[in-house]
């Protein structure tokens, strides 16, 4: 029995169309099932999964989340883009949105965190090649992210997505 990756994650919102809009507008997302109200499942443009994500409503009453202040829970989910060039469009969309709240150069991804219309933080992000990888695999790196010379020094991938 083995593991083979994540499929999908499940996040309680304050409202799932909202979600489902700013997915959609954003991420490029599809709506796999849609219960007005109550739930929509999503999938992300080239994911073979049933669906990436799941959006449960649960009222506009509910309070932000405080994972990583005061509770326990989880951090952030990543998605993963195809090149760098996607990474800066995908920069320029969060930007205009009002959604991006940083950026980082982890030396093995290279990596844009944004918010959610409930403040959950995501991830948008492009793996450097293993074969790239060199002495910075297994340091925990967090540098200011220069996505304009990043495209220059992995130039030669760029065709290549």
Avoid at 36 to 57: C, L, W, Y
Avoid at 129 to 138: A, F, M, S
């Amino acid at each position: 029995m083995s593991i083979t990756g994540m499929n999908h994650a499940v996040l309680y919102v304050r409202n799932a169309s909202r979600q489902q809009k700013f997915y959609e507008d954003l991420l490029g997302f599809t709506t796999v099932i849609d219960s007005p109200g109550q739930f929509v499942f999503m999938r992300a443009p080239k994911s073979e999964n049933h669906h990436d994500i799941a959006f449960f409503t649960i009222g506009d009453a509910a309070g932000a989340s405080e994972a990583g202040r005061r509770t326990v829970g989880m951090y952030h989910l990543a998605w993963e883009v195809g090149s760098l060039a996607e990474l800066v469009a995908m920069r320029d969309r969060m930007e205009a949105a009002g959604a991006l709240k940083g950026a980082s150069d982890h030396g093995a991804n290279k990596s844009l965190y944004c918010l959610d219309p409930d403040g959950l933080e995501f991830e948008v992000m492009w793996l450097v090649p293993p074969d790239r990888w060199g002495d910075e695999e297994n340091e925990a790196i967090i540098r200011p992210l220069d996505l304009e010379a990043e495209q220059v020094q992995f130039a030669d991938l760029e065709g290549s997505a």
